[in-house]
């Protein structure tokens, strides 16, 4: 298992910026694709974006494509979210997930594929 602990979140006027964290434990954090998902009361869990293992492949959703940014240290055994130019439709509970499949290359965007998950943290963009 490999444990994850989201933070970062709060409140942010719409325009502003937030960057999230996810610290990891256990397993390896750096034989993982990981991503990043989001969900708010009585909706599906939604995929925000996700990366390789290494670092070097992102994807991520249309509605979020250009305004965030999702990256890694695998020194620190950490995932990061920048989210700049947020909306009120960005008002969520934001989790980071990983993918266990040992090094693959695969960036799924279904919750299915990934195997653990944070806590979450709440983001709230007020207008």
């Known amino acids: 298992q490999v444990q994850l602990v989201e933070s970062g979140g709060g409140l942010v006027q719409a325009g502003g910026s937030l960057r999230l964290s996810c610290a990891a434990s256990?397993?390896?954090?750096?034989?993982?694709?990981m991503g990043w998902f989001r969900q708010t009361p009585g909706k599906e869990r939604e995929f925000v974006a996700a990366i390789n293992w290494s670092g070097d492949s992102t994807r991520y959703a249309d509605s979020v494509k250009g305004r965030f940014t999702i990256s890694r240290d695998n020194a620190e055994s950490t995932l990061y979210l920048r989210m700049n130019e947020l909306k009120p439709e960005d008002t969520a509970v934001y989790y980071c997930?990983?993918?266990?499949?040992?090094?693959?290359?695969?960036?799924?965007?279904?919750?299915?594929?990934?195997?653990?998950w944070g806590q979450g943290t709440q983001v709230t963009v007020s207008s």
């Open positions: 256990g397993r390896t954090f750096r034989n993982y694709a």
């Open positions: 997930a990983a993918d266990l499949r040992w090094r693959t290359y695969a960036l799924t965007f279904v919750p299915e594929a990934y195997s653990q």
